[in-house]
């Protein structure tokens, strides 16, 4: 509960324009540390964009984390 709210070191403009530009081969995850999950979004092209679309929304809203846990936010 507590990494919930503390806010990471990774820019919130760089992990919203990484997951804009490159988001169906998962760059915006390698950047927040996610090596696991990014190698997954190259595997299946982001989920066929939808796991690209809602890693968007996360990272617009200010709930998309970091390795760890931390929340990536403006």
Known sequence: MMNEL???DKSFVAA???CIFLGSIGVHRFYAGK???GI???VTF???GIWTLI???LIIVG???DS???VIKN
Do not use: H
Request: glycine fraction near 16%.
């Open 6 to 8: 503390a806010k990471s």
């Open 16 to 18: 919203l324009l990484l």
């Open 35 to 37: 090596v696991g999950t």
């Open 40 to 42: 997954l979004m190259i």
């Open 46 to 48: 982001g989920g066929m």
């Open 55 to 57: 890693d968007l929304i």
């Open 63 to 65: 709930k998309f984390t």
């Open 68 to 70: 760890t846990g931390k």
